[in-house]
T-cell receptor
Framework: AQSVSQHNHHVILSEAASLELGCNYSYGGTVNLFWYVQYPGQHLQLLLKYFSGDPLVKGIKGFEAEFIKSKFSFNLRKPSVQWSDTAEYFCAVSPGNTGKLIFGQGTTLQVKP | DAGVIQSPRHEVTEMGQEVTLRCKPISGHDYLFWYRQTMMRGLELLIYFNNNVPIDDSGMPEDRFSAKMPNASFSTLKIQPSEPRDSAVYFC?????????????FGQGTRLTVV
């Protein structure tokens, strides 16, 4: 079955630290990839997405992600986090031609001021 | 466009009662998704529709759950009878077409509490 795995469930960082959140998916064909963020008490919002082309994708608020096809990974990075980045982060995959959109379990990021 | 609209925002009901959650997708979006979010299981896909037709309902937990999309601007998720373990936040999302890389837009969610 198709699935998305986020390795870190809870991450605690100090401001200005670098961030990398892991995401792996299980599907052998073409995929579209997304990272969403959910701030406390709010709905999910898109951070960035990969459809085709350059595997290094830049999103809002200084976030970026790299698609590595051979590793079935789409890890999220930010060089220097801020307290306002405290939120839950979700990786999502749309496999092949299905239109289906599957999410990982999410990673809670807590940034200490 | 006002975005994806869900109602109610909060619902508290007694075990055994019927619960109906509602969703109005963004106009022109062909795909509609229902998700359930819990601490233990994260964000689970329950069912999704394409052009009002259910495509995959394999995530619906059991027969007590049903979803309909009678037209392009309205969908419901019904739980009958409800149980305490159904307590969760239910999200509706719509998308023009994830196959082309367009993202899904989420509603504010319905927080369901079954006592």
């Amino acid at each position: 079955a198709q699935s998305v795995s986020q390795h870190n469930h809870h991450v605690i960082l100090s401001e200005a630290a670098s961030l990398e959140l892991g995401c792996n998916y299980s599907y052998g064909g073409t995929v579209n990839l997304f990272w969403y963020v959910q701030y406390p008490g709010q709905h999910l919002q898109l951070l960035l997405k990969y459809f085709s082309g350059d595997p290094l994708v830049k999103g809002i608020k200084g976030f970026e992600a790299e698609f590595i096809k051979s590793k079935f990974s789409f890890n999220l990075r930010k060089p220097s986090v801020q307290w306002s980045d405290t939120a839950e982060y979700f990786c999502a995959v749309s496999p092949g031609n299905t239109g289906k959109l599957i999410f990982g379990q999410g990673t809670t990021l807590q940034v200490k001021p | 466009d006002a975005g994806v609209i869900q109602s109610p925002r909060h619902e508290v009901t007694e075990m055994g009662q019927e619960v109906t959650l509602r969703c109005k997708p963004i106009s022109g979006h062909d795909y509609l998704f229902w998700y359930r979010q819990t601490m233990m299981r994260g964000l689970e896909l329950l069912i999704y529709f394409n052009n009002n037709v259910p495509i995959d309902d394999s995530g619906m937990p059991e027969d007590r759950f049903s979803a309909k999309m009678p037209n392009a601007s309205f969908s419901t998720l019904k739980i009958q009878p409800s149980e305490p373990r159904d307590s969760a936040v239910y999200f509706c999302a719509s998308s023009p077409d994830p196959r082309t890389g367009t993202e899904a837009f989420f509603g504010q969610g319905t927080r369901l509490t079954v006592v």
